[in-house]
């Protein structure tokens, strides 16, 4: 394993190169069978999302558009706990077509459950969404990916990707790894 200046130098690979590799071809040819013979607007959530959005859409055999949208959060607090308003940007147009919303990890389910309604109220005539990393444990909105990769449990995790909070480093890593000492599994 690469020694990468500012990441703790005690990780453990939780799912390695070839693993992914492997998954994102089956999501690609899964996703493509779907899809055929119609065009798809795919749209990345960065940052988490870009580097499995790159080797996925590479996979795609339909004619596809690429957009990237990258959420800002604004929590205001209120009398009764706190208002969470998300915001994402570049605007996009996606009235009448498909779209295939694409995220990098799934915790909580808040962003995608939004984006997901937001898309439709711009006039996607569909939305399905594909996770390479499931988490569960940590879902606050019964939301479901049509298609993910490997579901993971608790860790902090990093590599492909995902970058550690804060820094933002670790996601050049061609793997996803865990903090030592820490517990992480993944299954597909």
């Known amino acids: 394993m690469t020694m990468v200046p500012g990441i703790p130098q005690e990780l453990n690979v939780l799912i390695d190169e070839e693993k992914i590799s492997k998954r994102v071809a089956e999501l690609g040819r899964e996703i493509s069978e779907q899809y055929k013979g119609k ?3 795919t749209v990345c959530v960065l940052d988490d999302g870009f ?3 790159a080797d996925l ?4 055999d339909v004619p596809v558009i690429a957009s990237f949208v990258k959420p800002r959060f604004n929590e205001t607090p209120t009398t009764t706990g706190s208002l969470l308003q ?6 996009i ?3 009448g077509q498909d779209v295939l919303l694409i995220e990098g990890l ?3 389910g808040i962003t995608a459950e939004f984006l997901i309604r937001n898309l439709f109220g711009r006039g996607a005539v569909s939305v399905k969404m594909v996770a390479l990393l499931e988490k ?3 879902r606050r909105v019964p939301l479901q990916p049509d298609f993910f990769g490997f579901m993971v449990e608790e860790g902090s995790l990093l590599g492909y990707g995902l970058g550690m909070p804060k820094s933002g480093l670790g996601r050049n890593l061609p793997y996803i790894a865990h903090v030592a000492g820490q517990t ?3 299954t597909k």
């Not at 998300?86 to 605007?91: H, K, L, V």
């Open 106 to 108: 799934i915790t909580t």
């Open 93 to 95: 147009d996606v009235r």
């Open 57 to 60: 859409i590479r996979h795609l």
């Open 86 to 91: 998300i915001f994402f940007s570049p605007e």
């Open 136 to 138: 569960q444990v940590d």
């Open 184 to 186: 992480a599994s993944a």
């Open 51 to 53: 580097m499995f959005a």
């Open 39 to 41: 065009s798809l607007h």
